[in-house]
């Protein structure tokens, strides 16, 4: 059997993101259980907002497509996500949205139907986000036919969570974290 291959990605690009430095933990985890991991910083795949006036008149934008083609050669995904007002991210849902536009390559089903999905959250509040992932499996589900999962992993307090190192401090969301990664890497052994 080959390697499991994992794309990596967070909703934020903000410098000091608890969601992108959860993102990074989950990379080095992975890294370190055998799975070959591709890490991708949304900040190199700018896309405008989406509108289909823009999808009609200039196609599909070339970031989309780049993105698409590096998490179509992949078998499972891990998401980290900020929650917004109780949702998912503006980054995130544009992003995604985009993705699901993609006719090349197998389309939407090669990236979302074909892949099993991880989601996670950081967040200074006290519900770590779970509110915003619970919005981010219903789009991920519903929306684009995804197999998300069912364990999540929701980091609350995300400004004390992390040491010096990127590991988390507490033994429970660390646990959290390692389950749910086994878990993808073993149900995408099985797509791969």
């Not at 967070?10 to 890294?31: H, I, P």
């Not at 907002?49 to 009609?56: M, R, S, T």
């Not at 980091?155 to 004390?160: L, W």
Request: charged residues 20%; glycine residues 10%.
């Amino acid at each position: 059997m080959s390697q499991v291959k994992i794309v990596v990605f967070a909703g934020s690009v903000r410098t000091g993101s608890f969601n992108a430095k959860l993102a990074n933990l989950a990379q080095k985890r992975l890294e370190a259980n055998g799975a070959i991991v591709t890490r991708v910083d949304l900040k190199d795949y700018e896309l405008p907002i989406y509108c289909g006036d823009i999808e009609e008149q200039q196609g599909v934008p070339e970031a989309a497509r780049k993105l698409h083609k590096i998490i179509a050669d992949h078998d499972g995904v891990v998401v980290t996500s900020p929650e917004f007002n109780s949702s998912i991210g503006p980054l995130l849902v544009n992003t995604l949205n985009w993705l699901s536009r993609v006719p090349e390559n197998g389309g939407k089903a090669a990236i979302f139907g074909n892949k099993v999905y991880a989601i996670s959250s950081a967040s200074p509040g006290g519900f770590g986000g779970y509110r915003g992932l619970m919005a981010l499996r219903g789009f991920l589900e519903l929306g684009v036919g995804a197999h998300v999962l069912p364990e999540m992993v929701s980091i609350a307090s995300a400004h004390e969570a992390f040491d010096e190192e990127g590991e988390l401090k507490v033994p429970f969301a660390d646990s959290m974290l390692t389950t749910m990664l086994e878990k993808l890497v073993e149900k995408s052994a099985k797509t791969a």
